[in-house]
């Protein structure tokens, strides 16, 4: 059953079963990223951290066939709209699937599937103590995080902000925050701090209300290892939205799977994307990242 109202904090939803059409309205440069839209006409609202597997209805499956299967996104926003859901998606043109979706115009019809996989936890269901989030987002990994801050602000959760990019080839999407209490890094100084955006997270993890907070972060593996060690020093919890290969998107393939402590495999798609630091043995996935 399709969920019509917004979900609660943390609540996964439940795609509806196949794939939809949808109808492409807006594609606007963000940075060296874009920001592209679809109405999606029957699907629910999704929760943040959810993902949607993405096809361009035309031309899709180019030269040598490539791309073939659809390819993972984060949704970035969402909202009700005349018509449906609006889902906006931040997407890096690294390769054929991507490259084809940054050049989707309005009026040109998306296959979509989703929303699908285990979304962000409120923080109070991750820390008992966690009366706000600290959001950390890393390049095309800002992508989550605006939902979610936008989520975690309308349930009234204080959400500080701090986003990292190499350098403005690989920046943007700023815009989906839509608030100006953001700190930034990059690693060439070119806006905000000069490092990494992990400088920034430990400087609020050495305040004192840092055991009050949950941290979330979405971002390069390298990054996400880096959250994953320093919250686990300080005893902060946290969540990170990892990505790994999918073929599927829905549990299927295995090829998303990572391991486990102790022995065994998660799959990232149905187990995740998003998952808790102390669930997996390292955030440095093999095939994961760009
Ligand atoms: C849950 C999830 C959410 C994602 N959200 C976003 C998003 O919001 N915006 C965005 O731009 N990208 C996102 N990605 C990454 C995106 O799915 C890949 O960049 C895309 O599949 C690459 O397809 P391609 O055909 O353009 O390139 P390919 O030719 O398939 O690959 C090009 C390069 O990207 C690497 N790559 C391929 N697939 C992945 C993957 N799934 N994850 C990491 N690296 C990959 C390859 O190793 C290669 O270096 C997400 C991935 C996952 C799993
Ligand atoms: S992508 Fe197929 S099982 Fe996860």
Known sequence: MTVTR???LGERVVAPFGRRRCEVTRNLASGGYRIFSAIDPAGPLPAAGQFYMLAAEGAWG?????????????VADAAREQGGVRLDFLVQAVGPGTSRLAALEAGEGLWIHGPLGRPFSAPG??????AGAILVGGGIGVAPLAIWRRQLLAAGIPARVLLGFRDEA???????????EIRLASDDGHTGHRGFVTDLLAVLLEGDDARSAAVYACGPPVMLEAVRGMCAERGVECELAMEAPMACGFGACFGCA???PGGGYMR???DGPVVRGDEIESALVAGSGH
């Not at 180019?62 to 984060?74: E, M, Q, T």
């Not at 269901?125 to 966690?130: S, Y």
């Not at 690989?170 to 100006?180: H, T």
């Open 6 to 8: 917004p979900p609660k």
């Open 62 to 74: 180019g030269d040598g066939g490539r791309p073939y299967l659809a390819r993972a996104f984060s």
């Open 125 to 130: 269901d991750l820390a008992d103590n966690a």
């Open 170 to 180: 690989n920046s943007g999407g700023l815009e989906l925050f839509d608030c100006s």
């Open 258 to 260: 990572i391991p486990v």
């Open 268 to 270: 990232l798609c149905v």
